[in-house]
């Protein structure tokens, strides 16, 4: 099988993840609930990925970085843990359902007021809009690092700048950047940041976590046990545990963290341009068959590896249906949970196929899959 489906989670893995977590599974106790030798070592394991983690994202320092499952948890607890009624928040016409529903539901209920910068039918914004929404009540711009759908990415430090001259919080989802492009939350003045470890960070599903500025204070979501100061009746106010209660997926934390490492040593900026090479070369390929429609700014290549299109009229699921059954190529169709970058593009309807490459993906497979929509476009 060619794997073109890299935004939806990484299917190959650097062989050092696969050996971690075998090794953790074998050998690993409770991290932070006792002093014998396995759960030191399942401990030091989960430091050492809070280091890599802090180091590949520029975050002030481990204890500010908190695991969750994936990024739709990092998400849920910072939103709802970071305001209050009454306040005002901005964000995207690019974001996932993981930012827009927990959004959605504060708003619902009456806890805050939402304002929306629109997307034009390329996915991209007016970065004078964030400026344009701010109200006195407005506590913080929450976006996304780079659409899933069009792999359109945002200028953070223009829109941290935006947030910072404001002193609003600045709330990014990271999910399609983390490890393929690089972050730097100082520079770009980000409040709290979240990421998923299944994709670009190259670890095991249920893995995940926020990033977190010294200073931005987050109510926690859940609360219970610690392995800490167990007489309290009060779960530990110090992070990372502030926002950690039970026992830590600690056997994906380290495939988490040798994926992180094995990223760290092979540079992210040297990931992203190989990645970006794949799917320029794939963009140059479909671009202009005729009945092929591509999404999103390719005016440059300062975006993720993802191609999303559409052939004539054809239903993308029926496209990608195709692809996996006759070529053998996995690819993602339908609404990628991002309805309103859907509407802003006019596929609501058709939905798109989304190809998204990653370092493990090779020239090779790009020309197959060239081939494979030059053939599909034919019967349309
Ligand atoms: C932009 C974006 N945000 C959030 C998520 C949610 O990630 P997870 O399912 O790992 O929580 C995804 C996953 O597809 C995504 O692409």
Same mark, same amino acid.
């Given at each position: 099988?060619?794997?073109?489906?890299?935004?939806?989670?990484?299917?190959?893995?650097?062989?050092?993840?696969?050996?971690?977590?075998?090794?953790?599974?074998?050998?690993?106790?409770?991290?932070?609930?006792?002093?014998?030798?396995?759960?030191?070592?399942?401990?030091?394991?989960?430091?050492?990925?809070?280091?890599?983690?802090?180091?590949?994202?520029?975050? *002030?320092?481990?204890?500010?970085?908190?695991?969750?499952?994936?990024?739709?948890?990092?998400?849920?607890?910072? !939103?709802? =843990? $970071?305001?209050?009624?009454?306040?005002?928040?901005?964000?995207?016409?690019?974001?996932?359902?993981?930012?827009?529903?927990? /959004?959605?539901?504060?708003?619902?209920?009456?806890?805050?007021? $939402?304002?929306?910068?629109?997307?034009?039918?390329?996915?991209?914004?007016?970065?004078?809009?964030?400026?344009?929404? @701010?109200?006195?009540?407005?506590?913080?711009?929450?976006?996304?690092?780079?659409?899933?759908?069009?792999?359109?990415?945002?200028?953070?430090?223009?829109? =941290?700048?935006?947030?910072?001259?404001?002193? $609003?919080?600045?709330?990014?989802?990271?999910?399609?950047?983390?490890?393929?492009?690089?972050?730097?939350?100082?520079?770009?003045?980000?409040?709290? !940041?979240?990421?998923?470890?299944?994709?670009?960070? !190259?670890?095991?599903?249920?893995?995940?976590?926020?990033?977190?500025?010294?200073?931005?204070?987050?109510? *926690?979501?859940?609360?219970?046990?610690?392995?800490?100061?167990?007489? +309290?009746?009060?779960?530990?106010?110090?992070? *990372?545990?502030?926002?950690?209660?039970?026992?830590?997926?600690?056997?994906?934390?380290? =495939?988490?963290?040798?994926?992180?490492?094995?990223?760290?040593?092979?540079?992210?900026?040297?990931?992203?341009? /190989?990645?970006? =090479?794949?799917?320029?070369?794939?963009?140059?390929?479909?671009?202009?068959?005729?009945?092929?429609?591509?999404?999103?700014?390719?005016?440059?290549?300062?975006?993720?590896?993802?191609?999303?299109?559409?052939?004539?009229?054809?239903? +993308?699921?029926?496209?990608?249906?195709?692809?996996?059954?006759?070529?053998?190529?996995?690819?993602?169709?339908?609404?990628?949970?991002? *309805?309103?970058?859907?509407?802003?593009?006019?596929?609501?309807?058709?939905?798109?196929?989304?190809?998204?490459?990653? $370092?493990?993906?090779?020239?090779?497979?790009?020309? @197959?899959?060239?081939?494979?929509?030059?053939?599909?476009?034919?019967?349309?």
């Amino acid at each position: 099988m060619i794997y073109l489906d890299n935004a939806a989670t990484t299917l190959k893995k650097p062989h050092c993840v696969a050996e971690a977590v075998m090794k953790a599974l074998c050998t690993m106790g409770n991290s932070s609930r006792g002093t014998h030798d396995s759960a030191l070592q399942s401990a030091r394991s989960v430091f050492s990925a809070r280091m890599a983690l802090a180091e590949l994202f520029r975050a *002030p320092g481990p204890e500010q970085v908190v695991f969750t499952q994936n990024a739709t948890e990092a998400l849920n607890i910072a !939103l709802n =843990g $970071l305001f209050s009624k009454g306040d005002h928040v901005i964000t995207t016409d690019l974001e996932h359902n993981s930012v827009l529903r927990p /959004l959605y539901r504060l708003e619902d209920t009456g806890e805050i007021t $939402l304002s929306v910068v629109p997307a034009d039918k390329r996915g991209c914004v007016d970065y004078g809009d964030f400026e344009r929404l @701010i109200r006195p009540e407005t506590r913080a711009i929450v976006c996304t690092h780079a659409s899933n759908l069009t792999g359109n990415v945002l200028d953070l430090e223009r829109i =941290g700048g935006i947030a910072r001259a404001h002193g $609003l919080l600045f709330v990014v989802d990271a999910s399609q950047t983390a490890g393929v492009y690089p972050i730097d939350m100082e520079r770009m003045g980000v409040s709290v !940041l979240c990421f998923t470890g299944h994709k670009g960070l !190259l670890g095991p599903q249920g893995t995940g976590g926020l990033c977190i500025a010294r200073g931005v204070d987050i109510r *926690p979501f859940k609360v219970g046990g610690s392995g800490v100061q167990s007489y +309290s009746r009060t779960h530990p106010a110090e992070l *990372p545990t502030r926002l950690e209660a039970g026992t830590l997926n600690g056997h994906g934390i380290a =495939g988490l963290g040798a994926g992180v490492a094995f990223l760290l040593e092979q540079g992210v900026e040297a990931v992203h341009e /190989l990645e970006i =090479g794949l799917a320029r070369r794939f963009y140059e390929g479909v671009k202009d068959i005729p009945g092929v429609t591509v999404y999103g700014d390719f005016s440059h290549w300062n975006r993720t590896a993802v191609v999303a299109l559409n052939i004539g009229a054809y239903d +993308s699921g029926e496209v990608s249906d195709v692809l996996a059954e006759e070529y053998k190529i996995a690819t993602r169709p339908g609404a990628h949970c991002a *309805p309103r970058m859907h509407r802003a593009l006019g596929t609501t309807e058709q939905g798109a196929v989304r190809f998204s490459f990653s $370092l493990f993906n090779t020239p090779e497979e790009v020309e @197959i899959a060239i081939h494979a929509v030059k053939e599909l476009a034919k019967c349309d």
